[in-house]
């Protein structure tokens, strides 16, 4: 099956730890996206990156990592600088084409206790 | 500052009823307005609207965008529980710089009662 997959789908962690949500897409999308989805907010852009070893800050970097070492992957560390880390978090892909059709992954919940 | 402002934030029809959503929208070097809908986990595509005055259709789904007034609806006719869920309206900025972000509004979660 082609798509986007996240994993865990819930998390939980104590305050102070460091987390990676993981991210992988099988569409041979050059774009890849993270979201923080938070309730009555919307979706608000945490990192992307358009091509593998690059990426780039989006509107609430602050808190968080990212790496793009393949094509597939990007994942999302969330560190304890982050100050308010329970959310829901999704990942997104685009493809080289750039018809602003992002497709979503299925989203991990996580708590922090 | 690019934004999308989506409204209502809630509603609460019953089967049959239609709904309009809105989205307005203020961006830089507009490319693109997309529809979402989410229900509870990953949003799915809907529509994206490029043209002002074009009205995109699927079953009982239609939009139509207007670049003037900078505003879309979304339309819902014969609502049934299923099309409850969150709407999420989107915003691509164009010009040199595009990455294919994307800026999204609130959303409007719309609840459909039998």
């Known amino acids: 099956d082609g798509g986007i997959t996240q994993s865990p789908k819930y998390l939980f962690r104590k305050e102070g730890q460091n987390v990676t949500l993981s991210c992988e897409q099988n569409?041979?999308?050059?774009?890849m996206y993270w979201y923080r989805q938070d309730p009555g907010q919307g979706l608000r852009l945490i990192y992307y990156?358009?091509?593998?070893?690059?990426?780039q800050k989006g509107d609430i970097a602050e808190g968080y990592s990212v790496s793009r070492e393949k094509k597939e992957s990007f994942p999302l560390t969330v560190t304890s600088a982050q100050k308010n880390p329970t959310a829901f978090y999704l990942c997104?892909?685009?493809?080289?084409?750039?018809?602003?059709?992002?497709?979503f992954g299925p989203g991990t919940r996580l708590t922090v206790l | 500052e690019d934004k999308v402002v989506q409204s209502p934030l809630s509603l609460v029809v019953h089967e049959g009823d239609t709904v309009t959503l809105n989205c307005s929208y203020e961006?830089?070097?507009?490319?693109?307005l997309l529809w979402y809908k989410q229900e509870k986990k990953a949003p799915t595509f809907l529509f994206m609207l490029?043209?002002?005055?074009i009205e995109k259709k699927s079953g009982r789904l239609s939009s139509i965008l207007d670049k003037k007034e900078l505003f879309s609806i979304l339309n819902i006719t014969a609502t049934q529980t299923g099309d409850s869920a969150v709407y999420l309206c989107?915003?691509?900025?164009?010009?040199?710089?595009?990455?294919?972000?994307?800026?999204f509004g609130q959303g409007t979660t719309l609840q459909v009662k039998p």
């Open positions: 990156s358009q091509i593998v070893n690059d990426f």
């Open positions: 490029t043209s002002s005055g």
């Open positions: 569409l041979n999308h050059d774009a």
């Open positions: 989107a915003v691509s900025p164009g010009g040199s710089s595009n990455t294919g972000k994307l800026i």
């Open positions: 997104a892909s685009q493809g080289l084409a750039r018809t602003d059709t992002q497709y």
């Open positions: 961006v830089t070097n507009f490319r693109s």
